[in-house]
């Protein structure tokens, strides 16, 4: 009789998280039998000490899950169906190749749009394999403007991406500023030093429309309408320099344009602020007030400010305010925001080659326009690292674009998202545990590489080989192109300027760290990346770029028949979608209670939320953390989630930021009635 196998025993393998979030957790995973068990922290990242987010906790139902894309698939129904059959993976491969090639071949390069879009992925994702497909075809190339944009420019313009505080230096903070950020949900690892930081007696300001479990053991809670932090930026920068309080000598010799930012500022009084952002003047003197006397004082400043129509100069503004304040050169003092800037990798090296400049561009936030209308049209749309269907602006374009029977779509995801249901082919792509990964932190500064923790689920594959497989079919590989995860990652690391030894620390350690170290103090360990290594208040790009001039003001953007700002913060659930097929019940509308009652509506009511973009049809749950005239739906949501399918993104116009192009998610103004019910 033969002998039974003895079960592989379990082990704990070491990997490292490359989602969307800036902590970059060091991981240790479980392995029963070849399956993921569990998914905890580990602390070769100092930072993630040992614990991670409960979103990462549920990866093994991401990996497992119902949803999860096991082989190739091909349409038989009719788009948006979610009708299939089994194919190969030499089948697939060669119908996309051949529609490539097709287009290639009639000088129709630029009707293949790749649509992509990295926050949850590593160096080795994309931009390499993909980018040099995609280039060598003559596609049309991508601006991935959804998110970091307007700040990104921001930053760029005031400090040439200056490295900030580190999240653990928030212990010593004496204030800490919370602006447009709630780490509660999405960067977890700030709170133990935050929370240390306030027993020794540090004093916290939020500034965020809802009161979070943070605002409520706030100091100061600045409920701004969205779109209006830049007033209380400029006011406070103009309470600064007429009580005397700016730091002259710092800024007359760390920076440029001070007099013309304090200018600016002027007509911005606490009152006038006020009236703009609903808040109270005297709280934003009494906030001007502790950011001037209280030392070190740090500004985590979030992605939330970025998402309106006044998002970059908004930033730019809360990022001058350390500068106008003197409040750099000490630990847990200046500002953080990302800290991606400082590891000087180049994924386009290994992919060999970049777009050419000469080739379209399609700002991602306008996709949906750009299925409907653009020309030449957009023949070949290739989709991964991205689930455009639930997460870009006028999602009723996107669908009406992705419904095209003349558009041949490609999908290639982990999982079925609800972008997949309109493929004509669809991708198993492996998740970051079945392949090999370099990932930065853009809060923690560190670099990690890990290797897979699992054979990969199914038939799924890596980005990197489908798309090295898609160049040979296509015949663009060109002799000597790396192809390997560990060809990639070499030459990866090797176009940083600043660090010649990654690979060896990588391989000792599993984790690297910047030249400066862990912890850099801003003005003592970092400075501003600009040319003359000064901050420069006012760019000359900036202003140009901006439509009303840098630190402009635009109105808000509601209308008497749209009267209600309509917000999608992160939510503690998922990372932008991702994971978000594992939130399979109804999500309501949050709204306050003053709001619901002028309308009629009553806690668990069924209500149409609507504007002229579209319409999203869901329960509503009344809050009194909501101030009044803002209702909240969270991002990430999927069409399981509402009655009709829709989510937030129904309802955002493809309006661009005024720095960077970027998406207007939080210019949505909507209208809420119970369905069957006219609003008053």
Known sequence: MEAAPIPEPARIVASACPLDCPDACSLEVRVEEGRVVSVGGSRVNPLTEGFICSKVRRYPEHLYGPERVLYPRIRIGRKGEGSFRRATWDEALGLVAAKMRELVETGAGQAILPLSYGGSNGYLSQDTTDAR???????????????????????????????????????????????????????????????????????????????????????????????????????????????????????????????????????????????????????????????????????????????NRNGGSAVAAILALPAVAGKFGVRGGGYTMSNSAVWDLDSFAAAGERPAAATREINMNRAGEALLSARPAIELLFVYNSNPLMTLPEQGKVRRGLSREDLFTVVFDPVMTDTARYADVVLPATTFLERAELSRGYGAFVLQGSQPVIPPVGESRPNHEVFGQLCRLTGVRRPGDGETA???????????????????????????????????????????????????????????????????FREDPARPEFPLALISPASDQTISSSLGELRRGPVALEMHPEDAAARGISEGATVRVYNECGEVRCGVRLEESMRPGVVFLPKGLWSQNTANGATASALVPDTLTDLGEGACFNDSRVEVEIEGKRAR
């Open 486 to 552: 560990g060809d990639l990652a070499a030459v990866i690391m090797e176009s940083s300027r600043s660090r010649t030894d990654l690979g060896a620390v990588l391989s000792r350690d599993g984790v690297a760290f910047p030249a400066f170290g862990n912890n850099p103090v801003q003005f003592i360990d970092v400075f501003p990346r600009t040319p003359d290594r000064k901050i420069h208040l006012v760019p000359e790009e900036l202003d140009r770029e901006a439509p009303l001039r840098l630190y402009g």
């Open 133 to 307: 497909l995609f280039t060598r075809l003559g596609a049309s190339r991508l601006a991935r403007n959804v998110c970091a944009a307007p700040s990104g420019r921001a930053a760029a313009g005031l400090y040439g991406k200056m490295a900030g505080v580190a999240l653990q230096d928030y212990a010593h903070s004496r204030l800490i500023v919370l602006w447009g950020v709630n780490p509660s949900v999405t960067g977890i690892h700030l709170l133990p030093h935050l929370q240390s930081a306030q027993r020794q007696g540090a004093k916290l300001v939020v500034v965020d429309p809802r009161r979070t479990r943070l605002a409520e053991r706030a100091d100061i809670h600045l409920a701004v309408r969205p779109g209006a932090d830049l007033a209380i930026a400029l006011a406070v920068i103009g309470w600064l320099f007429e009580q005397g309080r700016a730091d002259i000598p710092f800024l007359s010799a760390n920076s440029v344009g001070w007099e013309e930012l304090r200018d600016r500022a002027v007509p911005w009084t606490p009152e006038r602020a006020a009236r703009v952002a609903g808040v109270s003047a005297r709280e934003i003197e009494r906030f001007a007030s502790l950011y001037a006397d209280l030392a070190p004082a740090a500004i985590r400043c979030g992605w939330g400010v970025e998402r």
